[in-house]
């Protein structure tokens, strides 16, 4: 049976953001050389690719490193809003 994902993008505008920083966040875990022709994502940005241009493959990452990189984005999402609820930005 097919399972269906839930994870449902509240602000459509945000998925460009949000896929930038999943590949920022794999770089800076050194996750882009574990995975056989990855190329280095950190500055995808500047080089016009903000996508990282698919150069992870998820589905071999080990389900640790995967959980890291989410992990690691929740943490940067809610220390975002904090300094934002507090007036810091």
């Known amino acids: 049976m097919a399972r269906r994902s839930s994870n449902k993008i509240v602000v459509p505008q945000s998925r460009e953001v949000l896929n930038q920083m999943k590949y920022e966040i794999a770089a800076e875990l050194g996750l ?9 994502t950190e500055f995808a940005g500047e080089l016009g690719s903000t996508s990282g241009g698919g150069s992870i493959h998820w589905s071999s990452l080990a389900t640790r490193d995967a959980g890291s990189v989410g ?12 300094q934002t609820l507090l007036g810091l930005q």
């Open 71 to 82: 992990g690691n984005i929740t943490k940067r999402l809610v220390a975002q809003a904090e």
């Open 32 to 40: 882009t050389s574990s995975v056989p022709g990855a190329a280095d």
